[in-house]
């Protein structure tokens, strides 16, 4: 990129340097000056001027300016309320307007100080109000979904969050509805707001308008602490504030990292706290008593309990990770088990190919790109959130983005991505359109590859294919995990023994099994392997049905209560900071004291991250030899009926299912359908539908027409899904 | 799901435009012909033929006056009160009106038949009083003139 | 030499019906596309700047100048768009319905004539929702103007292939503005867009897009006809040519009055217009459509230029003439024209859509006579808080009339402080008047209250 020209401005009589196009609000800022603003958001696309809180005096021009829609061009003379009196005079009328309907409830209103427009008032303010008439009134507050309630008195309609609806999200959900004074937010219907990332206008709303329905009455600014932590939640590892008050955590906030999250954050991540203090939160350690039974032990018994199951394993252990401990949780855990009890057998759920580095990139890269290409069945959104926000900024950008899946705009089967990899590399053979799409991304400069499926083969294949397609500098190959931390946990797992180790044993009995975490629990290879386990010991936030098959549980702990570091999907190791204490010593110095007991050191803190981890991404590895991927697998095989394919839904897992209010968010008993399927059947969104398995397990599901969805092809989000094959009937009942 | 008459003619006046989403409001033209007035449903369908979310549509509609997003009368008469026919006699044409079907502007007769509304300036302003009835423009309107008007649209 | 009627536009109007393509072809109509397609498309815009025809929109910016600034067709990188503004809204003004109800191939004539100058292969026409009888005359005659091959493929034989499309708005003034035009024919809500970018770089679709009033777009025929500077000597000094004229209010004759620039308004109200009616004085003239500063009575000799105007203090705007007599209130007029502005609000800006509803507010106090000394300066104090801090001039719409009323009529305003009411009583021909603001207000509470709902 060439450096920017230089331009020389002068705000309120102070000349800078500065490259020219810089928005006069940041040229203003770099000399000091701060010029009011509301409807200003430079991440929600190009200004719109509507609040008018900006005007100030630019010469040669005969009215105010509004300086948010304007940029710095050489010799321009900015003059602000400081040293303007038609600006201040300017600025006084908008303040005057906005606050003219608005009820001045500061003291009962959450915002309160925190709130944009009440520091404005407080410093440039009148000191009465000169309207005497009625202010609007509305019902208030109403929730526009159970997490987010809407104030329509305090709205001063400056549109950052229908903006962020339709141009950030592009949900298009939360909108202005009338015109003129008569114009409020609404939803359609005042139906919920129901979409991944409708929290964020919590944050946007510069007035206590939106608010976040969990937080109300919950703190006051000055009783809080926010501690500024990352995500644990999904594999994005988005920078957060957590904000804490009286040792509870109370809120989750962005933290901009410009390079991750711009800072936005997915409502699973904004509203998933409370579950830390769920009623089935496990809070000792339960030693199994009888064949379903569990007594409460002390953490000494527990220790001595844990020691014994596992030496007496005599190396036949296996341990079973959730992929969302730490890097220090399972470095601990992996040097106990490689180095202490000299086992080397476990499951790592996301155990990526370091050749995935070779092609690594910010996920800000992505924005940038001239073409996104994504394979895979599981929608991005799902499994890694704010990756679909910047794919979705790259195509207002201007991007070709390319989605190949079953709704894809290249539409093809179910689990075809690694054939279609295969055909983007070896384009030879492959059909027209591939051969077409493959000449496309040889010849563009910035390709952005995401990968949001399970058949990547350890990321090998899709490493494959960006070295085939030749990704240099300024693409990216994005692989994303199915966990928060895989990529950082299959590393720990790597160091602490002699590269991956092993499968765990096909049959046979297992001395022990370490189930590590409530998600570990959930994989139904730890359920098969727990019956064949002698000793199976589990560490769980939550009773489920993982932990009815233990013999010790231990109490585990969530990502707020954890410090320590954690790797996301870009390779990017970022540093988790403890929000609030847990009730009870955490993993780590639980094992620690285990490792003790054996005789095997286990260090039960990490040591400080240095600065530079907490941020940067580390520079791409030096391409090695890339080992063959293995075959792709066979595809589904023509069967009777209609092809099933299933996701993973972004609010389902253990934390988020409890967490009441996001309830309404989890997915619906809902069957998707092609149009010409249900042409066919004579089906329309809303009708009841039939779903039959070839095992003959019928289900009643509600169908939605999606248009994009290939013909032959229906999808249902995982949890309503169960016991369906590959292939499943569907009729109207 | 079979494909509607209206999704079909909605694609058809897609068409049109370079991009699809210009055709928001003739969309909505023919949603409301269709329905006499948006509906819900009504919204919902237009969403699905433009690929855009129900409240986008709404909150388009509810941009303009055209739109009606309450059920309305199968006729409706509009009385320009803007100034030009405000100064010759807008006002007694309105309130006519008013007297021969015993509404208020803004509101329909029981029976359902009749909307009466005031409307800013229909653009006839040098025939005053301009009433729109159905759409059609009836200039210049005398209060006289009222039953006679009303009669037709009883009748037809 | 005194001006008066001249027929450029309107010519043959009375006397035939032009609607239908022989009729118009029979007094020499697309003779000036064939002559335009004749000439380099660069050679017609220099005819446009040469005819120094300022835009009949309302703002008067040189049409030539503004075609003037979009990029050669050559350079542009996204296709041109020529955009004609048929929302036709602002009080008083019915000239373009009048054009396109009964001369509707001169401003298809005039769109190809423009579109091949500027290299636009597609032009809409934003016709205003309510003009439904319009419509059906504008869609017949572009039936009829694509079957004989002045529009489509190969525009009457030659290189030039033009699609005119008819968008129809559906009922909000605002559309009128141009940045709001665009962001309606885009699918969005009309609101407009802050400037710059200015639509000859970034218009419709992010494309380069020339927004011309469909009188200015059907005058094109006569300018190619005549040529530029022929054209150029109608009319008087930095106003060329003719312009429809609409007449309304207290007046005899109120109609469209196609009038060389320059003519006295005296003679359109009086000689042309027939003088007021019943008996009665006049009392003030809005030359310009509802938004622009009033003349009192004696100001009426002015001559109807751009430059007379402004020297007046106010514009020739849409060329719509207002008049009124002496029974009309001020105040009610102020309060009438603030509900309108406010009714057409857009809501985007803050002084604006805050603005007008306050001056609403405070105008209904003073009509009904409860409004003390101070609120009246308040009033004043408002509408120049709104002035020129808006994001479009809708806002400075509201407050240049309202406050020109209050100036001009300020004895009459302050008897309604001191009487305690209207002194004309109920014999003011605005009194009562409705708006449909008030019908909202009345009627439609559920769009105001909106409801509590529980998500149980
Ligand atoms: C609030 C507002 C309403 C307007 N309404 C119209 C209109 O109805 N018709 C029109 O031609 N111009 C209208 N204009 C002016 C347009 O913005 C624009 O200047 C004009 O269409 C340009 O065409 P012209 O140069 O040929 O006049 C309006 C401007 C404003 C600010
Ligand atoms: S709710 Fe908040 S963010 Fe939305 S328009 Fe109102 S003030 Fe702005
Ligand atoms: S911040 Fe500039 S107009 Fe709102």
Redesign the pocket.
Known sequence: MSTPELVTVTVDDREIRIPKGTGLIETALACGVEIPV?CYEPRLGAPVGACRMCLCEVEGMPKLQAACTMTAQDALVLRTAQTSEKAAEGQRAILEFILLNHPLDCPDCDKGGECPLQDLTFRWGPGNTRMHFPKRTFDKPIPISPVIS?DRE?????????RFSEGVAEDMQLV?RNRGAQSI?ATFEDEPYRAHFSGN?TE????G??LPATYRFRARPWEIDNVPTVCGLCPVGCNVWATTREGKVARILSRNHPEVDDGWLCDKGRFTFDHLRADDRIKQPLKRVRRRGFDPVAWEEAAEEAARGLGEAEGSVVVAFSGGETNEQAGALARLARQGLGSNAAIVPDDLDPAVDGFRAPLAAIRDAEVCVVLGDEPVVDRAPVVDLWLRAARRAGADVITIHPAGSIGVSPGSAAHVARSLAEPGTAPPEFRELADQLRDTQRVALVWSGDDHDRGRRAAALAAALGLGEGSGLYVLPRTPNGRGVSSAWRAAGEGRGEEPPEDGEIGALIVSGDEAGYDPRVARLSERARFVLTTAMFMGDHTLWSHLVLPGTSYLERDGTVVNLEGRAQRQRRAVDPPFPDELEFFAEVGERLGLPVSPRPDEPSPALQAELPPRSRPGALSEPAPPPSPNGTGPGLELVTYRSLFSGPGVERVEPLAFQRPRAELELSFADADDRGISTGDAVLVVGADGVGRELTARVNRRLRAGVVRVADEHADGFARHVEVGKV | MPESDLYREIQRVADRYPVRRSAIMPALHLAQGKHGWLSPDALREVADALDLSPAYCQAVASFYDMYHLEPVGRHTVEVCTNISCALVGAQQVLEAFEEELGVHAGETTEDGEITLRTIECLGGCGWGTVVAVDHRYREPVKPEDVPGILEELRGG | MAKGPRQLLLEHADERDLTKLSEYEAVGGYESLRKALDMEPGAIVEELLASNIRGRGGAGFPMGRKASFLPKPDQATKPIYLTVNADESEPGTFKDREIMFRVPHALIEGAVITCYAIGAETAFIYLRGEYYTEFEIMRAALEEAQKAGYVGAAVAGSGASVTIVIHRGAGAYICGEETALLESLEGKRGQPRSKPPFPAISGVYASPTLINNVETVATVPDIIELGGAEYAKLGVENSAGTRVFSLSGNVVRGGNYELELGTPLRSLIYDIGGGIPDGRELKAVIPGGSSVPVLAANEVDAPLDFDSMANLGTFLGSGAVIVIDDRACMVQLGLRVAQFYMHESCGKCTPCREGTRWMVQILKKLEEGRAEQGELDLLLNVCDRILGNCLCPLGDAAAMPVASYVAKFRDEYQRHIEEGGCPFGAESSLAGVMAPVDQHHAHMRSQIEVPVHEFA
């Open positions: 509301f809407l305090r709205c001063i309609l400056c549109y950052r969050c229908t202005a937010i206008v946007l709303c510069p007035v308008a939106l």
